[in-house]
C-alpha cells in the first residue's frame, strides 16, 4: 500500500478548509495559527449557543477536551457535523484522568461518531479500555510506545479504529496512526516539541484541517497532517539549534515551518511505513 502524504497538504492549500475548533484556552491561539500557516480558515466558536450553527458552515470540526467545560458544545458541533457528513476530530485531552473527563469522554463517543481521535499513548490506552498510568496532560513514560512494545501498541490501536468506525493516531516519539485495517508508523518529530504547550493540540487542529480538505480519504489525511507536524518539527528544531534559541522562539519556528512547507520538503522528510508486523 502506497500512501500520498503530499496530497492533502495541497488540497488543504487548494480548498482552504474552515475548521471549527472547540479547544482550551491556553492553546487556541496557537490552534488558529497552525491552521492558518497550513492554509486553512479557523472558527474557534464554542459556546453552546452557536456551536451546532457554526459547525453548518465549517468543513471539519475539532473537540479538544482541554474545554472539558464546552462539552456540551461539542456534542451540539459534533452531531450537527455528523448529520451533514462532516469529518469530526477529537482530542482527548487526560481522558481517565478524573471523573469528570471520563465522564465527558464516554459521552462523546456516546454520542458523536468521530472521524478521527489523535491523543498520547496515555490517552489512547484510555479509550481503549487498557490500565494506564498517565496523569495531567503528558503521556506517562510507562504508557509510550516503543519499539519493543510496538506489536502491541499496534494491535491496540488497530483494534480501537475498528471499534470506532474512525481512524486512531497516537502521538509521541513513535506516532501510530489505524483505520482499523491498516497501520501506519510515522518517525518524524523532535524532543522539543514535548517542551511547548500544545504541540498535541495544534495537530489535532491540523488533523482537522487536512480531514476538512480531504473527507474521502481520513487515513491519508490524518498521516500527512502527522507527518507534515513532525517534518516541521524536525526544522524548527534545526533553527533553534542554529540559533541558539529556545522553547518559545522553537513555538514560532515550528508555525512558520508549517508556513513555508513546500511538498518536496515534506516528500523528503517524511520517514514512515506500513506496518507488517
Known amino acids: 500500500m502506497i500512501l500520498d502524504l503530499c496530497r492533502p497538504l495541497a488540497l488543504v492549500r487548494r480548498n482552504a478548509p474552515l ?4 479547544t482550551n484556552f491556553v492553546t487556541v491561539n496557537d490552534c488558529a495559527n497552525i491552521i492558518l500557516a497550513a492554509g486553512g480558515s479557523p472558527s474557534m466558536a464554542h459556546d453552546v449557543r452557536e ?6 458552515g ?7 477536551m482541554g474545554a472539558i467545560e464546552d462539552v456540551p458544545s461539542m456534542v451540539a458541533a459534533g452531531q450537527r457535523a455528523n448529520q451533514l457528513y462532516k469529518p469530526v476530530v477529537l482530542d482527548p485531552v487526560a481522558a481517565g484522568g478524573t471523573a469528570l473527563r471520563r465522564e465527558g469522554s464516554a459521552e462523546l463517543l456516546e454520542k458523536v461518531h468521530f472521524t478521527a481521535i489523535r491523543g498520547n499513548a496515555s490517552e489512547i490506552r484510555y479509550l481503549a479500555g487498557q490500565q494506564t ?16 512494545n510496538l506489536p502491541m501498541a499496534a494491535a491496540m490501536v488497530k483494534a480501537l479504529a475498528k471499534k470506532i468506525g474512525g481512524v486512531i493516531a497516537v502521538s509521541g516519539v513513535l506516532d501510530l496512526v489505524s483505520d482499523g485495517e491498516t497501520v501506519v508508523v510515522l518517525r518524524n518529530g523532535c524532543a522539543t516539541m514535548a517542551r511547548i504547550t500544545g504541540s498535541g493540540c495544534m495537530l489535532t487542529s491540523l488533523i482537522g484541517a487536512f480531514c476538512g480538505a480531504d473527507p474521502d480519504d481520513p487515513l491519508a489525511a490524518v498521516c500527512s497532517a502527522m507527518g507534515v507536524m513532525g517534518v516541521c518539527g524536525e526544522l524548527a528544531e534545526k533553527r533553534r539549534l542554529q540559533n541558539h534559541t529556545g522553547n518559545a522562539t522553537f513555538r514560532t519556528d515550528l508555525i512558520d515551518a508549517v508556513f513555508n512547507l513546500t ?10 511505513e506500513i506496518y507488517q508486523g
Do not use: H, K, P
Open 263 to 272: 511538498e518536496q520538503q515534506l516528500r523528503e522528510g517524511l520517514r514512515y
Open 19 to 22: 475548521v471549527q475548533c472547540i
Open 51 to 56: 456551536a451546532a450553527e457554526a459547525a453548518e
Open 58 to 64: 465549517a468543513n471539519a470540526v475539532v473537540c479538544n
Open 133 to 148: 498510568t498517565g496523569s495531567g496532560v503528558d503521556v506517562s513514560a510507562l504508557d509510550a510506545i516503543t519499539e519493543e
